[in-house]
């Protein structure tokens, strides 16, 4: 039954790992399309129309390396696959097998009262052929938890790193822009001072997105949200991460359940 239950919440888990890691990919995919004109404004030789770790410089405000938007937006694809694939086995051995859950029968007994009436009683109990079914499906699984563990392990890491440096490259473009906002602006003095210490991100971004102006012949075309964007990707990137880490905890958790089938 322990097994059955993490395998349950194992099938809920990767699917929210699934959808979490879907949206990432894809509002970074709407930020980085929506900018990666106006903002490369590099040499020739390089590409760096990212709206990640963008930075201001005296003439433009100049996105950073395209490698970082393609890493935001294709970095979490290995985590999704690996998703996708534990969500149909777990999903499968839950939803249609129903492996691990053990099986109940019905037992019927019929009493005769002083009225001669019959009266019938049905009670469950449980089915001996299903637990031994269910105890010979565990130990036929309990080789896959430790290599289940172990990818879990590399995931977990990869998809912490990941979401590490979508933090890092939104935070970078946020604090440069703020510089970039004050040219814009002319702010003085106090303005200054607010711009840099007391706007949110969320604000200094929607200054960017009415504010920022086309370079030459590039054009963005209609406006969007780019705060909720990439704050989407963000919050969905640190549910997968957690996830993972539950992910990994209940694989542990199984892995050591059944060290003594695999001696």
């Known amino acids: 039954m ?27 995919a709407v930020a980085w399309n ?9 040499t020739i030789d390089v ?3 990212c709206i990640l770790n963008a930075r201001s410089t005296y003439r433009y405000f100049t ?33 249609i097998n129903n492996k691990g859950k053990p099986l109940e029968s019905y037992e019927e007994t019929v009493v005769t009262s002083r009225s001669r009436e019959h009266i019938s009683m049905v009670t469950r ?9 269910g105890q010979n499906d565990e130990e036929a699984l309990h080789l896959c938890w430790p290599p289940a563990a172990a990818i879990c392990t ?11 440096m979508l933090t890092a490259g939104y935070y970078k473009s946020c604090y440069e ?12 003095g106090n303005q200054v001072a607010v711009i840099q210490s007391r706007l949110s991100c969320t604000s200094i971004f929607d200054f960017m997105d009415y504010l920022q102006p ?27 991460v957690f996830a993972w880490l539950l992910a990994l905890y209940l694989n542990v958790g199984q892995a050591r359940r059944t060290r003594a089938l695999r001696q």
């Open 177 to 188: 822009y703020r510089s970039e906002l004050v040219k814009i602006l002319g702010a003085a």
């Open 214 to 240: 086309d370079v030459r012949d590039r054009h963005r075309g209609d406006f969007i949200n780019t705060a909720a964007a990439l704050q989407s990707a963000l919050v969905t990137s640190w549910i997968s």
């Open 125 to 133: 109990v449980p089915d001996k052929s299903g637990l031994d079914r």
């Open 34 to 42: 929506h900018w990666k004109f106006v903002l490369d404004t590099c």
């Open 47 to 49: 590409t760096c129309g």
């Open 63 to 95: 996105g950073g390396h395209v490698s970082h938007c393609h890493w935001a937006v294709y970095g979490l694809l290995p985590a999704i696959a690996v998703a996708l694939v534990f969500f149909l086995y777990h999903g499968y051995r839950v939803c």
């Open 154 to 164: 590399l995931v977990f890491l990869h998809t912490l790193v990941y979401a590490s």
């Open 2 to 28: 322990i097994q059955y239950l993490s395998e349950r919440w194992l099938t809920t888990i990767y699917g929210l790992i699934m959808v979490c890691g879907t949206i990432c990919s894809a509002a970074c």
